[in-house]
């Protein structure tokens, strides 16, 4: 039955974990993946986790099955976020929310739905993007192309290239878009692109289908949601996914959720009921712990402060490692000018580094980033940095 089963190529991103873990290099360094470590390379548990992990431990809850949409409360949560909780949208309950495994886990949950709705649609993703993108979608049936976003030559946007390619489209097809923080590049469009992007959008009938799953790394919650606003306020009907992988440091408890912005509270109750079925379908339900710790964080004040706060000092631990990262490389030798590693923003740094190098880099020097270029800046701090940027001064 399996003889002539090939074997797959490693994951891009999560392939690199296993190698890194494999590897015996003392001085190995992972900015593969987009996880979030200390000032002591430590994986945080926030402090406003911990508090609503002990608040649940106090007055423990059998686990039964959730209902297929999740936790009513983080659903209910996750709109006030995402959308506020004065919009009229969430105030007319035209917005279907359902908990998703994760960020990934609502984009699939999306991709099923609006392949059963429009199973011809085409997909476009950013040139480049992260690449389970393009690998779930097409899982998904779709066909999957791109339109420009990045140009490696000139380390900057070609927003003229993404706005032509958008025009270019045939309705219906489906936009995914990087709501902030990009991935991979770290370069986001400005409050005004975004404008012109959603006239074009609109104007040519696609679907927007907006990746959010880093939200607060940028400027904060409210500054990186703003473009989900600006979405509303045009009345068109679309797709957002959400995660708290990054922002609450859950990554395991895949914590995310889908939400359908509809033209009307009745018709999101019949989208909701379609979504349930993707659900029931691929997983049945979701898991308890994460949403319920999510919830009660959100919806207590002090709780919610706390994780602004604790969110904060990440997004400022960042900036400062990307500081440093310049400074290092050229205090390493790099001749290059490396500045545009301070205009990037989110986690990742776009290094412009070739397949080979980060080969080399990885190989050589236990120093892991994606073959794209790609490296998590998060990861960095200061008893790691000085050897990232003597290998990368190496390989360049
Ligand atoms: C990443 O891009 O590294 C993260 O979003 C983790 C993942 O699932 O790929």
Same mark, same amino acid.
């Given at each position: ?79 006030? *976020?995402? #959308? ?6 969430? $105030? &007319?309950?035209?917005?279907? !929310? =359902?908990?998703? %495994? ?54 900057? *946007?070609? #927003? ?6 958008? $025009? &270019?489209?045939?309705?219906? !097809? =489906?936009?995914? %878009? ?219």
């Amino acid at each position: 039955l399996f003889s002539a089963v090939e074997m797959a190529p490693r994951d891009p991103i999560l392939g690199l974990n296993e190698q890194f873990a494999a590897d015996t290099n003392p001085n190995k360094v992972n900015l593969g993946v987009g996880v979030y470590f200390d000032e002591n390379g430590k994986l945080p548990l926030l402090q406003c986790v911990q508090a609503a992990e002990k608040a649940l431990m106090d007055s423990p809850k059998p686990r039964g099955y959730l209902p297929i949409d999740g936790i009513a409360a983080y659903d209910n949560a996750v709109k006030k *976020l995402v #959308f506020g909780a004065e919009s009229d949208v969430y $105030k &007319a309950g035209r917005i279907a !929310t =359902v908990q998703g %495994l994760g960020g990934t886990g609502g984009l699939k949950i999306g991709a099923d739905f609006l392949r059963h709705l429009n199973p011809n649609a085409k997909v476009l993703i950013s040139d480049p993007s992260w690449e389970n993108h393009r690998a779930l979608f097409t899982q998904a049936g779709f066909k999957v192309e791109t339109y420009r976003y990045y140009n490696a030559g000139t380390r900057s *946007l070609d #927003f003229d290239g993404m706005l032509a390619d958008l $025009k &270019a489209a045939a309705p219906g !097809t =489906v936009v995914v %878009l990087h709501a902030c923080c990009h991935n991979p590049t770290g370069y986001d469009i400005t409050p005004a692109q975004w404008d012109q992007v959603i006239e074009v959008v609109k104007a040519g009938q696609l679907t927007p289908f907006l990746d959010m799953a880093y939200q607060g790394f940028a400027n904060g919650i409210a500054e990186d949601g703003a473009v989900v606003g600006k979405f509303v306020a045009t009345g068109m009907d679309f797709l957002v996914s959400t995660s708290f992988s990054k922002s609450f440091s859950l990554y395991g408890e895949r914590v995310g959720a889908l939400s359908v912005v509809c033209a009307s509270k009745e018709e999101a109750a019949k989208v909701l009921s379609q979504l349930k079925i993707m659900i029931r379908t691929n997983y049945s339900n979701p898991p308890t712990h994460g949403g319920a710790v999510v919830a009660l964080v959100l919806e207590d004040d002090k709780l919610r402060a706390q994780w602004e706060q604790e969110l904060g000092a990440m997004r400022t631990r960042i900036k400062a490692m990307r500081q440093k990262l310049v400074e290092g490389l050229k205090a390493a030798g790099v001749k290059q000018d490396m500045g545009f590693i301070t205009t990037q923003i989110g986690m990742f740094s776009y290094s412009g580094l070739s397949k080979d190098q980060m080969v080399r880099l990885r190989n050589e020097f236990g120093v892991y980033g994606t073959d794209s270029g790609r490296m998590c800046v998060a990861a960095l701090n200061d008893k790691n940095i000085d050897y990232v940027c003597a290998s990368i001064a190496k390989v360049m």
